[in-house]
């Protein structure tokens, strides 16, 4: 008989593996895009791949069987051998301007690490939305200019002949010659919103003097400038809305289907 306190070996359950992790106090989201700024930008590369023809091509050449070894030779020579129609070649119809993007959120993650990108535009409909949030982050400190364009996918997808285009970004070349997105670039850039991240607000430098006799006026400019600091500090703080640090638990597939364990049979 079992005692009541302690549970029985069939009561005990297998644990499933758990990650605890801290909840960002920061709530970074995209800031929003104007619907004209949005038709434009649509546009504006619809026109620039439309006059460029740049497309991935993927073509299906039906090819027929190959002939067996252990067949006569004196029916090979009888019969005709078709001849295969020769078809456009498979791939990017110019890879020179491929180069100059990056398409996907792992190559625009990529390029962004390694601060090669010059713009980055990111699709609106990616589910689940974690996806795309660190991206911001990444391109507010690189500089970059990004935003979160609404039907990006849907778009752009059917022109480059791709299943979907979850992220966009455009490279830096070394030789401006060679650039091909230059003017498409130069056309978006201005509509592009800045981005606002919580932890690089109020970051500027202050210069020291190197006169002697200017250490009372530069004390008196300190001064000053952190009471406009600390202002304007208070003022963007109350803007972003900070959540509580929480512990969180995640489970690394919580839809898969674990096997029980077999007990093995008495002998």
């Known amino acids: 008989m079992a005692t009541p306190g302690i549970p029985v070996k069939k009561e005990i359950k297998r644990q499933i593996p758990v990650k605890t992790s801290f909840t960002s106090p920061f709530a970074s989201t995209w800031s929003p895009l104007p619907q004209q700024d949005m038709h434009f930008i649509l546009k504006t590369l619809q026109d620039k791949l439309a006059s460029m023809g740049f497309e991935k091509r993927e073509v299906k050449v039906f090819r027929p069987w190959r002939k067996k070894k252990n067949q006569k030779p004196a029916a090979a020579a009888s019969e005709p051998v078709p001849q295969v ?69 849907q778009s752009l997808s059917e022109w480059l002949g791709l299943k979907s285009v979850l992220a966009l970004g455009f490279r830096q070349c070394t030789s401006k010659d060679e650039e091909v997105f230059t003017d498409t670039i130069d056309a978006i850039r201005p509509r592009v919103p800045s981005l606002d991240v919580a932890w690089l607000q109020g970051g500027a430098a202050t210069e020291t003097p190197e006169d002697p006799a200017d250490e009372e006026e530069a004390g008196e ?23 509580p640090l929480k512990v969180k638990k995640i489970v690394a597939n919580p839809v898969k289907k674990r096997k029980k364990c077999k007990k093995k049979k008495a002998r």
């Open 221 to 243: 400019k300190r001064g000053q400038k952190r009471k406009l600091e600390s202002e304007s500090i208070t003022k963007s703080s109350s803007s972003y809305a900070l959540q």
């Open 85 to 153: 129609q020769k078809c456009p070649k498979n791939g990017w119809t110019n890879v020179a301007a491929r180069r100059q993007l990056a398409i996907g959120i792992n190559e625009v993650t990529k390029a962004l690490e390694r601060n090669e990108l010059k713009l980055v535009l990111v699709c609106k409909s990616v589910k689940p939305k974690h996806m795309t949030s660190h991206l911001i982050a990444l391109s507010a400190t690189r500089g970059v200019p990004a935003c979160q364009v609404p039907r990006l996918s």
